[in-house]
């Protein structure tokens, strides 16, 4: 299977996505007071990284360049949590609602670029098709925490 541009583009898509999640998560983390959701949001952070090397590493195995940095859009969303987090009457709860929106895009994504695209190779898939499952993952934590909130 000829590795593309096209592919590269969608990894590179993924890849920044990562990076402005575990920026987000980071961001969260320094915003909470509750020390168990400290360690939440920086396990997060540490996967999401874990999920840019993956991909970085995928990237660059096919002689392709990998971004450096995260989109506009993800710079917004942290600064938007930040400001909420600033003026709502119950912050941990606030951030919590935004972790699980931006979680939920980042599955959305994922299921788009697996469902539309069918020329990665099955190493790809695989590792693509994982990290889609630990943001499904990370969402039910979510879920959960949002509701003991």
Do not use: C
């Amino acid at each position: 299977m000829k590795y593309t541009e096209k592919i590269s583009n969608k990894l590179n898509e993924l890849l920044e996505k990562n990076y402005d999640a575990e920026k987000g998560y980071l961001n969260a983390a320094e915003n909470v007071e509750s020390p168990k959701l400290k360690i939440f949001f920086k396990n997060r952070a540490s996967e999401r990284s874990q999920f840019a090397k993956e991909l970085r590493t995928e990237i660059l195995s096919h002689g392709q360049i990998p971004e450096d940095d995260g989109t506009f859009k993800g710079t917004v969303h942290r600064n938007w949590m930040t400001l909420k987090s600033l003026f709502s009457a119950n912050d941990e709860e606030a951030i919590l609602e935004e972790a699980l929106r931006g979680e939920k895009t980042s599955l959305d994504e994922y299921a788009e670029i697996l469902e539309k695209d069918d020329e990665f190779a099955p190493s790809t898939r695989k590792m693509i098709e994982m990290q889609h499952q630990k943001i499904q993952s990370a969402i039910n934590l979510l879920m959960v925490k949002e509701e003991l909130a």
